[in-house]
């Protein structure tokens, strides 16, 4: 048979639309996607790439397991454990089929029970009330950033209609970047306020913030640098100490904890929890949902009725607000069993060494001590301790691209697989993909040609 008689006999697209695989799958797939999927087929077919036979049976499979998503799930090998690139917190369980329940039409904002509008994500309002009792009142928004511009916008005194702008007084040591390139002074100066700085980069003293107060500060600012750490002659000023000051100049005091941890944890020393943050003397405490909470994407703001409700008030909350499967998933957070979260921070070491020792043993590779991170913004300079396979750093890449991805750590020449992060009904699946980076590692590098 020659070229010409093969691709006249490539199934035309008709025929393809017509399998009885490709016509449910139009129920997850637009029409441009599964024409492409048909095209792409066709094509192999003519350019030889793909027996005339096969045409059918490759766009049957490549239509069944296709979402129309091309975000792929990662395992987590960093030992890394709220890692920003990977969409920081995964979610528990119950996060995860609460997501599922909400997407649907919900009860967000009706009382089933009177038939009337009722106020948006009470339910999630209620389980980070219940998580800190110090707390007189809560609010959900998009995320920390959002949270931050809507208290220092609605909180602080509202200046009169001709009068200069408001300031914040910040400490100079407070004054992060958060990640890609997001300054936190940047964007509290966006609402229309001045950022007045006190102190000096290591240390800030009460007086210092006492002398910035004029009648223009509008609140005072205390942010906790959550990712990085400032060591030696340092001093900064505690909560406490700046509550008398505010009240003094009836000012309000927002605290911006970054991280969210709703209760001390051993594990974390330095880091300050929400409730504790609260009890200190903050009128409005700041955290994100997607940190140390291990929940989704979302910016807590917890504190006095009064202050939060002038947040709620405030017209920019409605530019803001999170949608209903935020606050689903907020909601099974807290009221969920263990999030993944706080499984990696405190996964069990004897344990964890076993799993190492189990994969080394399998790939053929040896156990070196490597410490996790708590990433993210949170427990910066805290070593998790642990172990890591290691292996040549020339696997990184064929394990990066392959099915399921792996993300290693590259340290120092070698691939570093800390299983930390990785759930444990998932080690063997890990276990393949680094059997079979490792032999396309071997192989020497792939020509994309
Ligand atoms: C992470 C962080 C933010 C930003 O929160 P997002 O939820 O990422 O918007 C703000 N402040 C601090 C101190 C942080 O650590």
Request: hydrophobic letters at 45%.
């Amino acid at each position: 048979m020659n070229d010409d008689d093969q691709r006249r006999r490539v199934p035309g697209t008709d025929t393809l639309l017509a399998l009885p695989a490709v016509i449910r799958a139009r129920e997850r797939l637009s029409d441009a996607a599964v024409r492409a999927i048909i095209s792409a087929a066709q094509s192999a077919a003519r350019d030889g790439d793909l027996a005339v036979d096969d045409v059918e049976r490759a766009v049957e499979e490549a239509v069944r397991e296709r979402l129309p998503l091309t975000l792929r799930p990662v395992l987590n090998a960093t030992g890394v454990v709220v890692h920003t690139n990977l969409g920081r917190a995964p979610l528990s369980a119950a996060a995860r089929a609460a997501l599922e329940a909400a997407s649907g039409y919900v009860d967000v904002e009706l009382d089933l029970e009177t038939g009337r509008r009722s106020s948006r994500g009470s339910a999630a309002r209620e389980a980070l009330l219940e998580a800190c009792p110090a707390a007189e009142d809560a609010l959900i928004v998009n995320n920390g950033a959002a949270a931050l511009v809507l208290a220092v916008t609605a909180c602080g005194r509202p200046p009169g209609a001709d009068s200069p702008p408001g300031e914040i007084v910040v400490s100079r040591g407070e004054l992060i970047e958060i990640g890609a390139g997001f300054r936190l002074p940047d964007l509290m100066e966006s609402t229309g306020a001045r950022v007045r700085e006190v102190g000096t980069t290591n240390r800030t003293h009460l007086d210092d913030y006492a002398r910035a107060i004029t009648e223009r500060t509008r609140c005072i600012v205390k942010i906790h640098p959550s990712n990085f750490r400032v060591q030696g002659f340092t001093s900064d000023v505690g909560i406490a100490a700046l509550r008398t000051l505010a009240d003094e100049h009836r000012l309000p005091l927002i605290v911006d904890l970054g991280s969210g941890l709703l209760r001390p944890d051993p594990l974390l020393p330095d880091e300050p929890d929400i409730d504790g943050a609260l009890t200190a003397g903050a009128d409005l405490v700041i955290a994100s949902g997607d940190k140390l909470l291990g929940g989704p994407q979302a910016g807590l703001v917890l504190g006095r009725h009064e202050a939060v409700r002038s947040l709620a008030r405030h017209p920019l909350a409605r530019a803001v607000r999170s949608d209903k499967l935020t606050l689903a998933a907020i909601e099974a957070t807290l009221r969920g069993g263990r999030t993944p979260v706080h499984a990696a921070l405190h996964v069990d070491p004897v344990r964890l060494r076993g799993r190492t020792e189990q994969l080394a043993a399998r790939v053929g590779a040896a156990v070196v001590p490597h410490d996790g991170r708590v990433g993210g913004g949170g427990g910066a300079g805290v070593p998790l301790p642990g172990w890591a396979v290691a292996l040549p750093e020339d696997v990184a890449e064929p394990l990066r691209r392959g099915d399921p991805a792996v993300l290693a750590r590259v340290h120092a020449g070698r691939c570093l697989i800390d299983l930390r992060c990785v759930a444990e009904e998932d080690d063997e699946r890990l276990a393949v993909a680094v059997q079979t980076a490792k032999e396309a590692a071997a192989r020497g590098p792939e020509r994309d040609d």
